[in-house]
């Protein structure tokens, strides 16, 4: 059997087939939308953050032990960059809810506005509340008091 016949036969199975690979292809295409539909609906995947400072590189469940370190420690000595000797948590002066600083809402408040507070404690002894984010955008290890 040489290419040519190969390839005659190979359209007339196409042409008498015509029907049955536009529903395949049509049942194919509609399955992979519906799996991006359904990626792209679910919720967001909160995952370990690594930290790199000059002591060396930190997994997510040190990571809130780092945030409280430098809170009480001045800057510079823990690695940890300046946002996070602020607190550990922002409000804005008035809002009702407190945010975790890398929540979409937190970023948002103007530095003139920012509330820092060191725990969740102070910040509903402030008469602030938490914000949706404080539960779903935890770091790793982080335990609701």
Not at 77 to 87: D, L, R
Not at 110 to 135: D, L, R, V
Request: proline fraction near 5%.
């Amino acid at each position: 059997m040489s290419i040519l016949e190969l390839a005659i036969k190979t359209g007339e199975w196409i042409k008498r087939n015509q029907a049955d690979i536009a529903i395949f292809t049509g049942f194919i295409l509609v399955a992979i939308i519906a799996f991006g539909a359904g990626r792209l609906s679910s919720p967001e995947i909160v995952k370990n953050p690594v930290i790199i400072d000059e002591l060396g590189v930190k997994s997510g469940a040190n990571l809130l032990g780092t945030v409280s370190q430098s809170l009480t420690a001045p800057a510079g000595e823990t690695g940890v960059g300046q946002a996070s000797t602020k607190g550990l948590f922002v409000a804005s002066r008035g809002g009702t809810k407190y945010h975790w600083p890398w929540c979409s809402y937190g970023e948002k408040i103007k530095q003139a506005n920012q509330i820092w507070f060191n725990s969740e404690i102070e910040a509903k002894a402030a008469g602030y509340s938490p914000c949706a984010c404080i539960s779903s955008k935890a770091p790793a290890g982080y335990v609701n008091p």
